[in-house]
């Protein structure tokens, strides 16, 4: 049981410093994007950037997913 917690714990904790990167990752591009597009306010600017970020998401999951298959 207590290595069970142990486990849970270090994923948790690996979880919430992901989380931390990705927030601090979220500022980085928004002011990039600011900085490319000129705002960073409206509707449209905000779908797209949703969009990009998704699509680079998913690709860098897909990168992960083929090297943690390889790595097996």
């Known amino acids: 049981m ?3 917690v142990i486990e849970k714990l270090a994923a948790l904790i690996t979880v919430a410093f992901g989380l ?5 990752w979220n500022n980085t591009i928004k002011a990039i994007f600011k900085q490319v597009f ?4 409206g509707v ?4 797209i950037y949703a969009v990009i970020v998704t699509i680079i ?3 860098v999951t897909i990168k992960i997913g083929n ?3 390889k790595a097996k």
Request: cysteine-free.
């Open 44 to 47: 449209w600017s905000m779908l």
């Open 67 to 69: 090297a943690a298959e």
């Open 57 to 59: 998401a998913v690709l």
């Open 38 to 41: 000129g705002t960073s306010e």
């Open 20 to 24: 931390v990167a990705a927030l601090a």
């Open 2 to 4: 207590k290595k069970k």
